[in-house]
């Protein structure tokens, strides 16, 4: 089992819809969990930053940490096609600078 | 937020040559930067850590003479390619983490062809 899993997609959606991505991981030490959206042919920009379990929010985006379960979710609400990208789920433990990232999950929003 | 900047953002090269791709953090001090390589449509495969003052740490199946890495000061890594080959034709991107964040912040990206 690999210590990150996350579906590569692609995931299809109309404009406006909310899109829900997610990952799974193995590695129960894993205390930093992050976001990240990557453009065709662009290096990785973060988007969203959490530390342990819970809820953040910022503009359309949220993500969810379930630490019980694993689990962690990225919402965007109200999907714009400029959205379109593909979103890399990334975690680290504490006092450790490596990140280990998920395949990530392209995402594609019509018009 | 911090930045990093990679150069150049895409090369050209001939078979047997050398590459040399820079990264550099731009307001704060990086004792340490990841390199990565990412093939289409796959996720980002970490090939060595740079130390700043000591040896890159490479991760297994990574050729370290293949792929020099050097640490010259706290704001600037470099990988270079040696002896490119057409199969080293990859997307390459850096990475530092800033210390008082403790999140990671990456490079635009070298897409490199070997013709």
Not at chain 1, 7 to 18: C, K, M, Q
Not at chain 2, 94 to 102: E, G, K, R
Request: aromatic share 12%; charged share 20%; net charge neutral.
């Amino acid at each position: 089992q690999k210590e990150v899993e996350q579906d590569p997609g692609p995931l299809s959606v109309p404009e406006g819809a909310i899109v829900s991505l997610n990952c799974t991981y193995s590695n129960s030490a894993f205390q930093y969990f992050m976001w990240y959206r990557q453009y065709s042919r662009k290096g990785p920009e973060l988007l969203m930053y959490t530390y342990s379990s819970g809820n953040k929010e910022d503009g359309r985006f949220t993500a969810q940490v379930d630490k019980s379960s694993k689990y962690i979710s990225l919402f965007i609400r109200d999907s714009q096609p400029s959205d379109s990208a593909t979103y890399l789920c990334a975690m680290k433990r504490e006092g450790y600078s490596t990140l280990t990232f998920g395949k990530g999950t392209m995402l594609l929003v019509s018009p | 937020g911090a930045v990093v900047s990679q150069h150049p953002s895409w090369v050209i090269c001939k078979s047997g040559t050398s590459v040399k791709i820079e990264c550099r953090s731009l307001d704060f001090q990086a004792t340490t930067m990841f390199w990565y390589r990412q093939f289409p449509k796959q996720s980002l495969m970490l090939m060595a850590t740079s130390n700043e003052g000591s040896k890159a740490t490479y991760e297994q199946g990574v050729e370290k003479d293949k792929f020099l890495i050097n640490h010259a000061s706290l704001t600037l890594s470099t990988l270079t390619v040696t002896s490119a080959h057409p199969e080293d034709s990859s997307f390459y991107i850096c990475s530092a983490p800033d210390p008082v964040y403790t999140e990671a912040f990456f490079g635009q990206g070298t897409r490199l062809t070997v013709v």
